[in-house]
């Protein structure tokens, strides 16, 4: 079982279409990150957020981080074929390691 | 460049060979972690370093593999007896601070076991 469960594992849309993506667990986190991956490179953060119940908005992408800090979603607005790639979410728990989620692999079809 | 650096990016090797792969993490950043990733999945973590200690080994990681970070700058993952089942993408991050806040990645390593 692993500690961060994300959905959908897999999400195939049209250009222009709005899409969450979810990142949900049973354990607290002091911090989430949302990362993105495309093939054969190394993931790129895109976003931190350790408080609560926290909103940020990167351009089109907003993240929101759970009340009680135990899930997170990812919402996109007016998707484009440059949004296509692997996004994974990461929890950190006190001062401990960072464990990721298997990921949602989105395709944006122009 | 001032990012997280890994080397070599590809490594093709034999069955029962040992593979050794470098990690060079952001400057002045205490924190460096090793993941595994295969096709299809996230990384998986297998350790992680807060300067030069060693502080948590993923039960993934058999006697076969072995990290150091002798003087908390550079890291090396070495895999000692590789298996075809090790195929995969090494990923080596690097943070400051006391958490896995603004984890940065490099763009790992692929190791192919034939």
């Known amino acids: 079982t692993q500690l961060l469960e994300q959905s959908p594992q897999f999400l195939s849309i049209q250009e222009g279409e709005n899409l969450t993506v979810y990142c949900n667990s049973s354990?607290?986190?002091?911090?989430l990150q949302w990362y993105r991956q495309e093939p054969g490179e190394g993931p790129v953060l895109l976003v931190t957020?350790?408080?609560?119940?926290e909103v940020k908005k990167l351009k089109r992408l907003t993240f929101q981080f759970g009340d009680a800090r135990k899930d997170s979603s990812l919402h996109i607005t007016a998707a484009q074929p440059g949004d296509t790639g692997l996004y994974l979410c990461?929890?950190?728990?006190?001062?401990?390691?960072?464990?990721f989620g298997a990921g949602t692999r989105l395709t944006v079809k122009p | 460049d001032t990012g997280v650096s890994q080397d070599p990016r590809h490594k093709i090797t034999k069955r029962g060979q040992n593979v050794t792969f470098r990690c060079d993490p952001i400057?002045?950043?205490?924190?460096l972690y090793w993941y595994r990733q295969t096709l299809g999945q996230g990384p998986e973590f297998l350790t992680y370093?807060?300067?030069?200690?060693?502080?948590?080994k993923s039960r993934l990681l058999s006697d076969r593999f072995s990290a150091e970070r002798p003087k908390g700058s550079f890291s090396t993952l070495e895999i000692q007896r590789t298996e075809q089942g090790d195929s995969a993408m090494y990923l080596c991050?690097?943070?400051?601070?006391?958490?896995?806040?603004?984890?940065?990645f490099g763009q790992g390593t692929r190791l192919t076991v034939v």
């Open positions: 991050a690097s943070s400051f601070g006391q958490s896995g806040t603004e984890a940065f």
């Open positions: 354990s607290v986190f002091s911090s």
């Open positions: 957020v350790v408080t609560g119940g």
């Open positions: 370093f807060q300067n030069e200690a060693q502080l948590e």
């Open positions: 400057s002045e950043h205490n924190r």
């Open positions: 990461a929890g950190t728990r006190g001062n401990n390691d960072m464990r």
